[in-house]
């Protein structure tokens, strides 16, 4: 019976671990630290557009430094860049989402899996307990 328990926890120990190298790949998949990368370069992409459009827009109206874009066209290019990534950082953060739903629900998978076996194995112990009882009379 020993062998047969131990093959079981083998067989739990390998379901485990290709589980964990699913959801590793999962993650990476997602976004790990190469994304952390391309995000940053992308935010700092879209602050030195936005800045730039408005420093020459300040140049523009305080130096009077005259520059060949329409007077409106900066405050609508930024206005435009920041819609961009706002829309972006929201689609970001429904994968996010998503992926932390996922997550829960195969928690919640797990607990219902466990919480079948403990009923089973209360099950066996009182079927034990009224034998033992049984028995001693």
Same mark, same amino acid.
């Not at 290709?18 to 935010?43: A, L, Q």
């Not at 130096?63 to 060949?68: E, F, Y």
């Not at 079927?127 to 001693?136: G, P, Y």
């Given at each position: 019976?020993?062998?047969?328990?131990?093959?079981?926890?083998?067989?739990?120990?390998?379901?485990?671990?290709?589980?964990?190298?699913?959801?590793?790949?999962?993650?990476?998949?997602?976004?790990?630290?190469?994304?952390?990368?391309?995000? $940053?370069? =992308?935010?700092?992409?879209?602050?030195i557009?936005? +800045?730039?459009? &408005?420093?020459?827009? #300040?140049?523009?109206? %305080?130096?009077?430094?005259?520059?060949?874009?329409?007077?409106?066209?900066?405050?609508?290019?930024?206005?435009?860049?920041?819609?961009? $990534?706002? =829309?972006?950082?929201?689609?970001?953060?429904?994968? +996010?989402?998503? &992926?932390q739903?996922? #997550?829960?629900?195969? %928690?919640?998978?797990?607990?219902?899996?466990?919480?079948?076996?403990?009923?089973?194995?209360?099950?066996?112990?009182k079927?034990?307990?009224?034998?033992?009882?049984?028995?001693?009379l």
């Open positions: 019976m020993k062998e047969d328990e131990l093959k079981k926890l083998q067989e739990e120990l390998e379901e485990f671990q290709r589980e964990r190298e699913s959801i590793k790949s999962i993650i990476g998949s997602i976004g790990g630290e190469t994304s952390g990368k391309k995000d $940053k370069h =992308i935010n700092i992409g879209f602050t557009l936005i +800045v730039i459009l &408005f420093t020459l827009d #300040i140049m523009r109206h %305080i130096l009077g430094i005259n520059i060949p874009l329409p007077t409106l066209f900066s405050i609508e290019i930024g206005l435009l860049l920041v819609s961009v $990534k706002i =829309i972006w950082m929201i689609h970001k953060q429904m994968k +996010v989402e998503h &992926f739903f996922w #997550i829960l629900n195969s %928690i919640e998978y797990r607990i219902n899996e466990i919480s079948k076996k403990l009923v089973k194995i209360e099950e066996v112990i079927e034990n307990a009224n034998e033992t009882s049984e028995s001693d």
